[in-house]
């Protein structure tokens, strides 16, 4: 028997799979959520800033590895081969020429600036808007064609960009800028070089603009007019690009001790967290797999020579090998899924936070118990409330950009709103027009798709809004007017990054031979009701006037 770790570091916190590799099953897990994120530390919402220190991925790190390998029998420990990583992306942080993140050295441990910059950090809308307005302007390629003709706020080189102008001590020490999902590997293997990690295939096409078309990234000429501080940085990057199924490198001796494993065990090359999840989730050509939580990314993968040279517009990129290594791999997704009921219910504890847990009427260790009590009951009571609520009944039609759009066309300059409320329009009104509005959202994904001659044959999901919400699964489903798969594994991001390891670690030798093997099926079917589909046409249509007015009117 042989078996791989799958590290899956999603927003919050870090997941720890040890897989079997012939039969899929999981043998341990851990979860660890970053420290100083749930503190609240380096971010700051109301100018949509949101930075992680690198100490946070390296404690999570040890920390649920050591609580994996204590869970099972010695032989198993003795018996990992490989570990793979998936994390957010577009996540860069500046590091010094050792590789090192700036936020690791003394002078910097306190600067958010010299820390990971998280995917949903949207401070460098500015900058994204140039970046446009250069790839369309300055006479040569158009290095955004790739990434669906519009490059976003929430990836590499505008944040990179953003920074620069902001900190001129970060300016000045940064060397080069490393992903997240690039980092980890790194460390683990010793490679910290930035000239000489293996950089992924998936963070770079999706989120860095590289092609082979330019044999890799954008032109100096082209970064420099964009601003001549991004001067030289190109040659401090990298040009060769690597697939998940790629050995970054050997776990070294040092990390092998500390994490309390032994033998050789290979690193594979690192990949988003969506991108592997649809791999864990069972992909397969033109399967759309919505991997739904606090956000979502929406992945399709389609043959190379069917795609051809048709250029999907307003998406998230295309990108050869970034899902899996045979296929082009396209992404989309929603900038706020899950968040959005989760603002909600923010909203409707303030009073129960500030009164209640303010009063002294009520013992303090009884009142930490009912807001404990409420605040776990919101959303579940919201649900059952609103799905007595006939559909053409609330009146209410919402618009999902509460943080911004990324597709189609991302535009992270756009506000969510809420119109048609009456006196009448009460809490699960609201909240039933809430996640109509995030299917709709997911709606308008998969007519780009099939507007752009790329065909959807099923629906995939996976992730905590998948597993734990039949209320808005069944509202995507009559959305969407397609059936939905829910994946049976808790962890398809982690199962699909163990599957990864599994083939770099020579185990399997293609992911299509690894899903057979080491996938889990699916647990549910949602299908669409034909009177529910037919209604939320007519709503659908609404909330698209909605949306276009809020766009261009406002």
Same mark, same amino acid.
């Given at each position: 028997m042989k078996y791989t770790?799958?590290?899956d570091y999603g927003t919050d916190s870090l997941r720890t799979m040890l897989v079997n590799t012939a039969t899929g099953n999981e043998e341990a897990s851990a979860v660890m959520?970053?420290?100083r994120w749930k503190e609240g530390k380096y971010?700051?919402?109301?100018?949509?800033?949101?930075r992680q220190h690198p100490m946070d991925y390296i404690e999570v790190l040890e920390k649920t590895i050591r609580e994996v390998i204590s869970k099972v029998p010695a032989d198993v420990v003795n018996n990992v081969v490989a570990i793979s990583v998936d994390t957010t992306g577009s996540t860069p942080v500046a590091v010094d020429a050792s590789g090192t993140p700036l936020s690791l050295l003394p002078e910097y441990r306190d600067n958010p600036n010299a820390m990971f910059v998280l995917w949903k950090d949207h401070t460098a809308v500015k900058e @994204?808007?140039?970046?446009?307005?250069?790839a369309r302007s300055w006479g040569g390629v158009d290095y955004t064609k790739y990434e669906g003709g519009i490059y976003s706020s929430e990836w590499f080189w505008a944040k990179i960009l953003k920074v620069l102008r902001t900190d001129e001590k970060v300016r000045k020490a940064a060397f080069s800028w490393v992903e997240h999902c690039d980092w980890i590997p790194a460390l683990l293997t010793g490679i910290t070089d930035p000239l000489k990690l293996k950089r992924s295939r998936c963070a770079a096409g999706h989120k860095a603009m590289w092609h082979k078309e330019w044999d890799g990234l954008p032109s100096e000429e082209f970064l420099v007019k964009l601003d001549p501080l991004l001067k030289g940085l190109r040659g401090n990057l990298y040009k060769e690009t690597y697939t998940s199924d790629v050995v970054?490198?050997?776990?070294?001796?040092?990390w092998t001790s500390k994490l309390g494993l032994s033998g050789k065990i290979a690193v594979g090359v690192g990949a988003f967290d969506a991108h592997l999840g649809a791999v864990g989730g069972e992909i397969k050509p033109y399967y759309l797999v919505k991997v739904m939580g606090t956000s979502t990314c929406d992945m399709l993968v389609a043959p190379k020579s069917e795609i051809g040279e048709n250029l999907v517009q307003g998406i998230c990129g295309q990108v050869d090998g970034s899902i899996t290594p045979d296929l082009i791999g396209l992404e989309a997704g929603q900038s706020a899924f899950g968040d959005i009921y989760a603002w909600f219910k923010d909203i409707l504890m303030w009073p129960v936070e500030h009164i209640l847990g303010q009063s002294d009427m009520v013992p303090s260790e009884l009142r930490e118990k009912i807001i404990a009590a409420i605040e776990d009951e919101i959303i579940p009571q919201l649900s059952a409330a609103a799905e007595k609520i006939p559909i053409e009944e609330s009146g209410v039609v919402a618009i999902d950009w509460m943080n911004g759009r990324r597709t189609p066309d991302a535009n992270q300059n756009l506000k969510g709103a809420i119109a048609g409320l009456t006196l009448g329009s009460d809490a699960p009104r609201i909240f039933r027009a809430l996640v109509e509005a995030t299917a709709f959202g997911s709606k308008k994904i998969a007519d780009r798709f099939i507007a752009e001659g790329v065909r959807i044959d099923g629906v995939i999901a996976l992730g905590g809004v998948a597993k734990k919400s039949p209320f808005v699964m069944q509202i995507v489903a009559d959305v969407m007017n397609m059936p939905i798969k829910v994946a049976r594994s808790e962890q398809a991001c982690a199962l699909?990054?163990?599957? @990864?390891?599994a083939v770099a670690g020579g185990v399997y030798k293609t992911f299509e031979e690894a899903q057979n093997n080491m996938g889990s099926g699916f647990e549910k079917e949602y299908r669409p009701i034909k009177a529910n589909a037919d209604k939320y046409e007519a709503l659908y249509r609404k909330y698209s006037k909605l949306g276009d007015f809020i766009e261009k009117g406002l």
């Open positions: 770790i799958g590290l959520y970053y420290p971010c700051d919402p109301l100018k949509n800033q949101f @994204a808007d140039e970046i446009n307005k250069l970054a490198g050997y776990l070294t001796p040092e699909g990054t163990a599957m @990864a390891a």
